[in-house]
């Protein structure tokens, strides 16, 4: 009896460290990011900018992407967009969404596919940058 309790103690104590070495040994996922400035001063700006940024892309790449962002449409309004054209050495399709700006909403809504002879891009990069002009000021 003992040593069948020796045993799988054993068998789970090599399961336990299996599983945190296999954890440890996995890849970083990439993190989809909305970045821009921290606070926005009404009467120094009536706009600010923001990118949408992924980090942490693993090899082999990706060849595509699709996301939405939505805000205050009483508050915020988005003015403009700028895509990475250079994602894929510049061979994309898309943008998919023709009118990706819904300031009635809120919201914002776009994807771009790479295609040949273009290479899946790897790393950390911008997708897209947007402008907002601030509406309420205090």
Not at 101 to 123: C, E, F, M, V, W
């Amino acid at each position: 009896m003992k040593k069948l309790n020796l045993m799988m103690f054993a068998m789970i104590l090599a399961i336990l460290i299996y599983c945190s070495l296999m954890k440890n040994a996995s890849a970083q996922k990439p993190v989809l990011a909305v970045e821009g400035p921290a606070t926005v001063d009404p009467a120094i700006s009536e706009t600010f900018n923001v990118s949408i940024v992924i980090h942490d892309v693993p090899e082999p790449g990706f060849y595509g992407w699709e996301f939405y962002l939505s805000w205050t449409p009483s508050v915020i309004n988005c003015t403009k967009e700028v895509l990475n054209a250079n994602l894929w050495e510049g061979y994309y399709l898309g943008p998919w969404d023709p009118n990706p700006i819904k300031n009635d909403i809120g919201k914002y809504h776009q994807s771009l596919t790479g295609r040949s002879p273009g290479t899946p891009d790897a790393g950390t990069f911008w997708l897209v940058n947007l402008t907002f002009k601030i509406l309420v000021t205090t």
